[in-house]
C-alpha cells in the first residue's frame, strides 16, 4: 500500500510495477472476493495504471524460511491462531447468516394451510426488514406477528386467561382478528 501511495508523487508513463512478497494479498486483490480494507485500498490506489508482481522475498533467509515453514504446518495442520477480528465483522457476519436462515425458513412458512398471520402483514422477509426492522421496531412487531403477546389467544395458550374471547367483543382475541376486524381498537386509537 505505502509505494501505491507513493506512485502518484512520480509520475511516469505507463504506471509502475510494484512488487509485494505478501502471495495471500496479490491473491485477495486478483480475486476481489472479501476485501479486506487494506486490499481495498490496494486496489483502489493500483486502479488500472499499476501492475502488482509476487516476489518471493523470504528465500534463503533462514528465519524468514522458518516462519515460512511454521506457516505453512499451520495451514495445512489447522493449528489454531487467536486473530483479532473487529466485534462490527463479526456482528455483520453473524446476522448476514442468520438473515439467510430465516429468510430460507420464511419461504417453507408458506406452503402452510392456512399459512401463518404473520405472512399477511410480511410476505417476504425483504418487506419485514424494510418496514419493521430497519425502523427499529423490530421485536414488539415480531412479538404481534407471531402471536407471542398479551392477546387472550396467547395467554389462554398458556393458561394464564380462561377463555381465548376478548371481552370487548366476545370473539377470539388473536392477532389477526385484533388488528385487522375488532372495533376497539379502532376507536381507541381514534380518541389518542
Same mark, same amino acid.
Given at each position: 500500500?505505502?509505494?501505491?501511495?507513493?506512485?502518484?508523487?512520480?509520475?511516469?508513463?505507463?504506471?509502475?510495477? %510494484?512488487?509485494?512478497?505478501?502471495?495471500?494479498?496479490?491473491?485477495?486483490?486478483?480475486?476481489? #472476493?472479501?476485501?479486506?480494507?487494506?486490499?481495498?485500498?490496494?486496489?483502489?490506489?493500483?486502479?488500472? #495504471?499499476?501492475?502488482?508482481?509476487? %516476489?518471493?522475498?523470504?528465500?534463503?533467509?533462514?528465519?524468514?524460511?522458518?516462519?515460512?515453514?511454521?506457516?505453512?504446518?499451520?495451514?495445512?495442520? &489447522?493449528?489454531?491462531?487467536?486473530?483479532? %477480528?473487529?466485534?462490527?465483522?463479526?456482528?455483520?457476519?453473524?446476522?448476514?447468516?442468520?438473515?439467510?436462515?430465516?429468510?430460507?425458513?420464511?419461504?417453507?412458512?408458506?406452503?402452510?394451510?392456512?399459512?401463518?398471520?404473520?405472512?399477511?402483514?410480511?410476505?417476504?422477509?425483504?418487506?419485514?426488514?424494510?418496514?419493521?426492522?430497519?425502523?427499529?421496531?423490530?421485536?414488539?412487531?415480531?412479538?404481534?406477528?407471531? &402471536?407471542? #403477546?398479551?392477546? &387472550?389467544?396467547?395467554?389462554?395458550?398458556?393458561?394464564?386467561?380462561?377463555?381465548?374471547?376478548?371481552?370487548?367483543?366476545?370473539?377470539?382475541?388473536? %392477532?389477526?382478528?385484533?388488528?385487522?376486524?375488532?372495533?376497539?381498537?379502532? #376507536?381507541?386509537?381514534?380518541?389518542?
Amino acid at each position: 500500500r505505502v509505494a501505491l501511495e507513493w506512485c502518484p508523487d512520480l509520475q511516469q508513463e505507463g504506471g509502475w510495477i %510494484v512488487a509485494s512478497d505478501s502471495r495471500a494479498v496479490l491473491s485477495n486483490v486478483l480475486s476481489q #472476493c472479501r476485501l479486506t480494507p487494506i486490499t481495498a485500498e490496494v486496489v483502489r490506489l493500483a486502479g488500472d #495504471c499499476h501492475s502488482l508482481v509476487y %516476489v518471493p522475498a523470504h528465500k534463503g533467509i533462514p528465519g524468514n524460511e522458518e516462519a515460512d515453514r511454521l506457516a505453512n504446518l499451520a495451514v495445512t495442520n &489447522g493449528t489454531y491462531a487467536l486473530v483479532d %477480528v473487529p466485534r462490527a465483522h463479526t456482528r455483520r457476519l453473524a446476522g448476514d447468516y442468520f438473515w439467510g436462515e430465516w429468510e430460507r425458513e420464511w419461504g417453507n412458512a408458506g406452503s402452510a394451510d392456512p399459512p401463518p398471520v404473520y405472512k399477511r402483514f410480511a410476505p417476504s422477509l425483504e418487506a419485514l426488514r424494510a418496514n419493521v426492522w430497519d425502523k427499529g421496531m423490530g421485536v414488539r412487531v415480531l412479538q404481534l406477528l407471531s &402471536g407471542h #403477546c398479551s392477546l &387472550g389467544s396467547f395467554l389462554h395458550r398458556f393458561h394464564l386467561e380462561e377463555t381465548a374471547k376478548y371481552e370487548w367483543c366476545d370473539e377470539g382475541e388473536a %392477532v389477526g382478528h385484533y388488528l385487522l376486524r375488532c372495533q376497539r381498537p379502532a #376507536c381507541l386509537r381514534a380518541q389518542t
